[in-house]
């Protein structure tokens, strides 16, 4: 009697390509309720982006710029306690080891994952059904941030 043992890997993912599906404007009306005011608007002003990939779920890319640093924290807290789980968080460096800003990963409904960081008074999410996509999103497309 013989006996094959044959072993079976998974199939390498390639490499995920973006394109934009969709772009909008938004408005979180629970943080507006709060008090939260985007830079240039009377309410929590958001900039929304869809993107499909060329193999699994999409993205949806979601970006508030407040004019203070406080204010982009205290968002950034209000997300974090709105989590049904914080996966991981930290502070967010930049190139030379600074502190800029915190990360946080985050499941955000039972099918959604997210990663948010803050830098300055920007507050940016990625999010998708599977994490693998956003932190593949992430490695490719953030976070940068141009403002202060």
Known sequence: MFLIVVAAYPAKRKSLKFEIAMMADG???AATERGFRTQGWSDCHLALTSYKA?????VSV????????????????????????????GDETDRNGERV????????????????WTNAGIVRS?????????????KQYG???SRR
């Open 126 to 138: 990625f999010s998708s059904s599977e994490l693998s996509v956003v932190l593949e999103f992430e």
């Open 101 to 116: 800003g915190r990360r946080a990963v985050l499941l955000t409904k039972p099918d959604h994952r997210e990663v948010m």
């Open 27 to 29: 408005v979180d009306d």
């Open 54 to 58: 060329s193999d699994g779920p999409g």
């Open 143 to 145: 976070p940068r941030f």
């Open 62 to 89: 979601s970006s508030a710029d407040f004019d203070k640093r406080d204010d982009a924290a205290r968002y950034f807290e209000l997300k974090l306690r709105g989590a049904d789980e914080v996966i991981e968080q």
